[in-house]
């Protein structure tokens, strides 16, 4: 069965952007971005990808899910198809994608993210947000989180508030970068 990967950036507070959806402030440059550009080049913009060289060699995922604020971050940049190389599904109960090849739904997401599982293929990656990712958090197989050596004060949170309910993941895998940037990966306890 398929997996579904939070896989985000994430500040020392536990924001994934800035109040206003800023992202800005992730370090994108230092000893971490090869290393995890070498592991997770399927999470690079297609256009991104190609005009620095990154090759995906090794594909983990094969579809990514967005709440509507993540996806619609590169609208005014023209950019309506972030992820052409992967199958693109946005959650909007009110708006729709303005590329042909992104799949807009009002569906459940825990129940679409079930059929999914369901399935043949790679991973699902889950690039966010936060209330995409709450109310997704009983499907997350995994969760890997590119935590940054910053504090945003307030912002998107990892997951939204939702009811208290702990659940308990293991963490399998940790590298801390020179670049402050220390990336975790913890996969569901059994």
Known sequence: ???LVYYVAVSLDGFIAGPAGEFDA???EGDHMDAINERYADTIPTDLALALGIERTTPMFDA???GWNTYAVGLPMGVSSPYRHLRQIVFSR???AEADDVQTTDEDPVALVRRLKREPGDAIWLCGGGALAS???GE???LVLKRSPIVFGAGIPLFA???YAPERFDEVATTAFGSGVVLSEYVRAS
Do not use: N
């Open 140 to 142: 997350i197989d995994r």
């Open 64 to 66: 990514v899910l967005m």
């Open 1 to 3: 069965m398929r997996e």
């Open 94 to 96: 009110s708006k729709r």
């Open 161 to 163: 508030p939702r009811a």
């Open 135 to 137: 109310s997704l958090l």
């Open 26 to 28: 992730f370090p994108i």
